[in-house]
């Protein structure tokens, strides 16, 4: 008599599911743990990564993004928006000033948006945008131990001090870009090595002591360190004030794309809505996304959630009414046929 294979037997099928389920959320776990106490490597694949030249790149970039670009110096990077003429959000970037040109990093969404967004307004500027995407993998070292093993790689010479800051260490096959990133709010550094290197690369950051860490951890301090990413949280429908991101906003500066927007705004004092963490009261919600409501009305959305293995509980990211926003106030939060309760949480949460 034949052994049933999983697919002939329902109830295995599902206890090995189960099974599979723990490894992995295990896993997830261990890496977690050595991102907070040791350090974690993540390969970041497909992220955008666009140089820029020319004799007029500050200025040009000065006038399209939402944040000061004439004022960095070489070695000074700082956070970006794209903003529409309406000044909505259409990219986030992280942008560099290496001396002789100018490097923007993104998430892999975003990389089409920018290229042809940014190229749609170069008309006579000595501007050339050159994606690199394909030829570089970016990686992302994060964790208390980040900056003792980037100095053992790269050499505590070239390594930045300052947030946003940026250098490089030369390699047999030309140099490794070193920027100092905290995405998970931990300390951490981002590298963009070469294509050709970026297995012997990871190799040596491994051997040296950090420990491989994987995108749903990855994801997972994202959402503990409240930070909105496009694609799943910002999108042509927001404007950068309500998803709290002030810090990539200069109103010092002379007039970009989307700035009268911006400025009227900030001047007004005020949004309606406002980026906001909540705590989710369910054993394993099956969405994402929620509609949140209260007292029958619709107050706000839900748009990107998972679990903290900080907190041992569901957690959530989304906008709501501004006068909704106290700690411990309670919304309805509502996908399909699934409906439970969204407590109001301070962000960041690793901070809570």
Same mark, same amino acid.
Do not use: C
């Given at each position: 008599m034949m052994t049933p294979s999983l697919s002939q037997n329902p109830d295995r099928d599902r206890a090995y599911e189960k099974h599979r389920g723990r490894l992995r959320f295990d896993a997830w776990r261990e890496e977690?743990?050595?991102?907070?106490?040791?350090?974690? #490597?993540?390969?970041?694949?497909?992220?955008?990564? #666009?140089?820029? =030249?020319?004799?007029?790149?500050?200025?040009?970039?000065?006038?399209?993004? =939402? $944040?000061?670009?004439?004022?960095?110096?070489?070695?000074?990077? $700082?956070?970006?928006?794209?903003? $529409?003429?309406?000044?909505?959000?259409?990219?986030d970037l992280r942008l560099y000033d290496r001396g002789g040109d100018l490097l923007a990093v993104a998430r892999p969404c975003l990389r089409k948006t920018l290229i042809d967004g940014l190229n749609q307004y170069i008309f006579s500027e000595d501007v050339e945008i050159h994606d690199l995407t394909d030829r570089y993998t970016l990686f992302s070292l994060q964790g208390p131990d980040s900056l003792a093993l980037a100095a053992a790689i790269a050499g505590h010479e070239n390594i930045p001090r300052q947030e946003y800051g940026i250098a490089s260490s030369q390699t047999?096959?030309?140099?490794?870009?070193?920027?100092?990133? =905290?995405? =998970?709010?931990?300390?951490?550094?981002?590298?963009?090595?070469?294509?050709?290197e970026s297995d012997s690369f990871r190799d040596r950051i491994l051997a040296a002591g950090a420990a491989h860490a994987g995108p749903e951890v990855f994801n997972m301090l994202r959402l503990e360190n409240g930070a909105p990413v496009c694609g799943a949280d910002l999108d042509d429908h927001v404007i950068p004030q309500e998803a709290g991101l002030h810090h990539a906003l200069n109103f010092n500066k002379g007039c970009y794309l989307g700035q009268e927007v911006v400025a009227r705004l900030h001047f007004r004092g005020h949004v309606n809505r406002e980026w906001t963490g909540f705590v989710l009261e369910a054993d394993s919600p099956k969405n994402q996304s929620y509609q949140l409501s209260h007292e029958n009305k619709i107050v706000g959305k839900?748009?990107?959630?998972?679990?903290s293995f900080m907190l041992e509980k569901w957690i959530a990211l989304g906008f709501l009414r501004s006068e909704l926003r106290e700690e411990g106030a309670v919304v309805t939060a509502t996908a399909q046929d699934e409906q439970l309760e969204a407590g109001v949480r301070p962000l960041p949460f690793s901070r809570s």
């Open positions: 977690y743990r050595t991102v907070k106490e040791k350090a974690g #490597l993540f390969k970041l694949p497909s992220w955008a990564i #666009l140089r820029l =030249t020319g004799a007029d790149r500050k200025t040009f970039l000065h006038g399209m993004l =939402t $944040n000061d670009v004439q004022g960095l110096k070489d070695g000074e990077g $700082n956070y970006q928006l794209f903003l $529409n003429a309406k000044g909505k959000i259409q990219a047999p096959n030309g140099s490794i870009a070193i920027m100092r990133t =905290t995405p =998970t709010g931990e300390a951490g550094f981002d590298f963009v090595a070469p294509k050709e839900i748009t990107s959630a998972g679990y």
